[in-house]
């Protein structure tokens, strides 16, 4: 690399990961030019679409995020599929390398009778969060549902179920969103998982939240707090696991508020079979009841219990979708690597390329590929809180800046600046920019001002690309 010019590189994705990158990137003593890639108009990935729209609280790490993306080594080009519009061969005549941060939104299969009759959470999420490449309305006449998965997105999921439309009217959901919402008719919300309190994936917070909502009224049956050797070094190894354990028992124990709207938590129910009439339509969803057997895990026990439910949502992980031009680790839906730096092919038998603490031995062995970076959750599959991909960002940075020290990465024709912004030109791609995100955030500002709300959210896909324009 000329000694007159930045370090150029490339971000896939403009969610929390990708940004935690480039932060790590600019704070380097690298002199660095980062370029940011969205497949979007609009950026912040997870946050903006993975979120919850009646948690603002979360909302708020957009203005950490923010204040990354306002930094001038920083350029932010949306609605610019790479792998589709831009492939990583044409990126490395412009780039000493590329980062993917591309995140996951797919969801993983629910491998049981009739699991093909569940719908995935983060379809619903993508509904709920106007992603333009979700569905338009929702069908929510089921007045029984139930959830598979005790983690915050099955809580998210449940807890939207469970609430009325005019609760969620107040948030950034747009008109489509909320002519679902305001007919959902489900008085009741089940929500299932197979382990017991100690091994819930709740945080505290969005549990303790649930009871915030006077139209719900949360029930934990006593009969599911229980507790073996196992749970009870969970509970000491972790504050964090022993307060949702302290919640879930103030749940069980309380007084009913006569709320209209029942969500259940239920513990020791692994999914076993989804029933369906003539039509396909579900009829129920059928449990084994599990118990503990000492060190934290379950096993069945043979009772099955049917629940009359009209809709079975599977909030049972995310999965990401594969690179174009890039080797695919298929057993995890992760980019194969170590470290953050991508292989040429997936992992041993013996462990999984890029997970810490990977039984491995030969992943170090395997050839990389040069310039080509990962991190976040298509690093190591949709693992942790969105804080947890900081160290993720950093690992991957620090060994960039290494190779690059050592002479690894792309040999780019053309590292100007302004040849990434022809190239895109002479493609005719209509790309949105930081600065048209400035635009965008006051309309929709504008729009939700207008309805005494503090944003109102834009779905339309153009919609977004006419108002993100600098013209």
Request: charged share 30%; hydrophobic share 35%.
């Amino acid at each position: 690399m000329a000694d007159n010019r930045p370090l150029r590189v490339a971000v896939i994705g403009s969610g929390p990961a990708g940004i935690y990158a480039s932060d790590a990137l600019t704070k380097s003593e690298t002199d660095v030019a980062i370029d940011i890639y969205e497949r979007m108009p609009a950026p912040f990935g997870l946050i903006r679409y993975g979120v919850a729209p009646d948690h603002p609280r979360i909302k708020g790490i957009i203005k950490s995020l923010h204040k990354v993306l306002d930094k001038p080594q920083i350029r932010l080009f949306g609605n610019v599929n790479v792998g589709k519009d831009v492939t990583l061969d044409e990126l490395k005549n412009y780039y000493d390398a590329v980062i993917y941060a591309t995140g996951a939104t797919d969801d993983r299969d629910l491998n049981i009778p009739g699991g093909e009759h569940t719908i995935g959470a983060g379809e619903f999420v993508g509904f709920y969060d106007a992603n333009p490449n979700f569905e338009h309305s929702w069908n929510l006449d089921a007045d029984s549902v139930a959830v598979i998965g005790v983690g915050n997105v099955g809580l998210d999921v449940a807890r939207v179920l469970a609430k009325t439309g005019e609760e969620l009217h107040v948030t950034e959901i747009p008109d489509n969103v909320y002519e679902s919402l305001k007919n959902n008719k489900a008085k009741e919300v089940h929500v299932f998982g197979r382990r017991g309190p100690a091994q819930a994936k709740f945080t505290p917070l969005e549990l303790k939240e649930l009871n915030h909502s006077d139209t719900i009224e949360v029930v934990v049956s006593p009969e599911d707090i229980d507790y073996d050797q196992g749970s009870e070094d969970a509970r000491r190894a972790s504050k964090i696991q022993d307060m949702v354990c302290t919640l879930l028992e103030q749940y069980a124990i309380a007084d009913p508020k006569g709320a209209p709207h029942k969500l259940y938590l239920h513990f020791f129910e692994s999914p076993h079979e989804v029933k369906t009439d003539e039509n396909g339509n579900v009829t129920a969803l059928v449990t084994e009841r599990t118990e503990l057997t000492g060190n934290g895990s379950v096993k069945g026990t043979g009772k099955l219990t049917e629940w009359p439910v009209g809709a079975v949502y599977r909030a049972v992980g995310y999965k990401s979708d594969e690179q174009a031009d890039l080797p695919w680790d298929s057993r995890e839906n992760v980019l194969p690597n170590v470290g953050g730096r991508v292989l040429t092919e997936g992992p041993t038998a013996d462990g999984i390329a890029g997970v810490p603490g990977s039984a491995d031995p030969e992943a170090e062995k395997r050839e990389r590929l040069p310039g080509v970076y990962a991190t976040g959750w298509i690093r190591r599959g949709p693992v942790g809180l969105i804080g947890n991909t900081k160290g993720d960002a950093n690992e991957a940075v620090a060994n960039l800046l290494a190779d690059h020290e050592d002479g690894i990465g792309f040999d780019p024709e053309q590292p100007e600046l302004e040849a990434v912004e022809t190239f895109l030109a002479d493609k005719g791609l209509n790309y949105t920019t930081w600065a048209g995100w400035y635009a965008l955030d006051k309309h929709e500002r504008e729009l939700g001002e207008a309805e005494g709300r503090e944003r109102k959210k834009v779905r339309e896909w153009e919609e977004m690309v006419k108002f993100s324009r600098e013209d």
